[in-house]
Nanobody
Framework: QVQLVESGGGLVQPGGSLRLSCAASGTIFRINEMGWYRQAPGKQRELVAVTSRDGNTQYADSVKGRFTISRDNAKNTVHLQMMSLKAEDTAVYSC???????????WGQGTQVTVSS
């Protein structure tokens, strides 16, 4: 059984920073992709950032230059450093991993990020 535990969400003022972390545990042979997605009220879930096992990264246009995704393959963790936060970044952020040859996806439970003064 694979479990993802997220941490680091909270309330921050516009212009502030937060760092999200996601740790994967359980029987995991090989994690291919690790990424962060978000869903704001009334909107569809969207990709925020994703990183491949060899370190290639992809970002949503709305967060380029402000967010940085990083991973530690030895610890099965992925982080999202968020800077210059805006009100429109408010959402539930969830991490996702894609595992093995079968590319099975696992999701975390989500963590709330609220950007407000």
């Amino acid at each position: 059984q694979v479990q993802l535990v997220e941490s680091g969400g909270g309330l921050v003022q516009p212009g502030g920073s937060l760092r999200l972390s996601c740790a994967a545990s359980g029987t995991i042979f090989r994690i291919n992709e690790m990424g962060w997605y978000r869903q704001a009220p009334g909107k569809q879930r969207e990709l925020v950032a994703v990183t491949s096992r060899d370190g290639n990264t992809q970002y949503a246009d709305s967060v380029k230059g402000r967010f940085t995704i990083s991973r530690d393959n030895a610890k099965n963790t992925v982080h999202l450093q968020m800077m210059s936060l805006k009100a429109e970044d408010t959402a539930v952020y969830s991490c996702k991993i894609v595992v093995g040859i079968g590319r099975i996806s696992y999701w975390g439970q989500g963590t709330q990020v609220t950007v407000s003064s």
